[in-house]
């Protein structure tokens, strides 16, 4: 009764990264359905939109004005 370890090291091996394997296919899915559950039940609630949009003009108005002067106070320093 002559044992060859090589070979039997291949079993070990194969049926460990085997199992391995079949369990990170088995959580890649297990996953998947975490999301799609959990995605339906709490879905994302989306930001309301800011109804005052003329606040973001004054806003650039100001900047602009900013801008314009810094450039007229660059040009007169010359």
Known sequence: MEVN????GLKF?????GTVFL?????VFVLQLQAIVITKFFPQKIPPTPLNQSAKKTDNKALVAAI???????????
């Open 68 to 78: 314009t002067a810094a450039i007229q106070t660059y040009k007169n320093s010359k």
């Open 23 to 27: 369990f990170l296919i088995l959580m």
């Open 13 to 17: 091996m194969v049926l460990g990264m």
């Open 5 to 8: 370890l090589v070979v039997e």
